[in-house]
């Protein structure tokens, strides 16, 4: 009787640090996915608020924000362009938009964005 109840204190044992294990490994996954989500969303970009940019872009955003609603505004100081994230008011959709230093509406081409991140990591290393 000692050895089966021994036997179950044992398997018991196994499978409940089997299973700890296993958490911890989904645990760690998901805080690599979280690091590497938010070093893709920063792309030198810093939140900023509409008074401290200029006033060619507090135009062109004011403008903007008649038809959208306002999420969010940052800059990268490093290439002089303002992001702003925008939902539409109508339908909800989501948009980004991105400015010059002269209120000019730009487009960002990720496929270069990807390139430059490859080039600044492997440049790290």
Same mark, same amino acid.
């Given at each position: ?74 800059? #990268? @100081?490093?290439?002089?362009? %303002?992001?702003? +994230?925008?939902?539409? !008011?109508? $339908?909800? =959709? /989501? ?8 209120? #000019? @509406?730009?487009?960002?081409? %990720?496929?270069? +964005?990807?390139?430059? !991140?490859? $080039?600044? =990591? /492997?440049?790290?290393?």
């Amino acid at each position: 009787m000692k050895k089966v109840i021994l036997s179950v204190a044992l398997m018991l044992g196994i499978i409940g640090a089997t299973q700890a294990q296993s958490q911890n490994k989904g645990q760690i996954r998901q805080d690599q996915t979280t690091v590497i989500t938010h070093q893709s969303q920063d792309n030198g970009f810093k939140d900023v608020k509409l008074e401290e940019l200029n006033e060619k872009v507090q135009a062109a955003i004011r403008a903007l924000a008649e038809s959208y609603e306002i999420d969010s505004l940052q800059f #990268n @100081e490093a290439k002089q362009i %303002t992001k702003v +994230e925008a939902t539409k !008011k109508d $339908d909800q =959709s /989501k948009k980004t938009f991105y400015f010059d230093v002269e209120g #000019n @509406e730009i487009t960002m081409d %990720t496929t270069s +964005e990807q390139a430059e !991140k490859t $080039d600044e =990591s /492997k440049e790290v290393k």
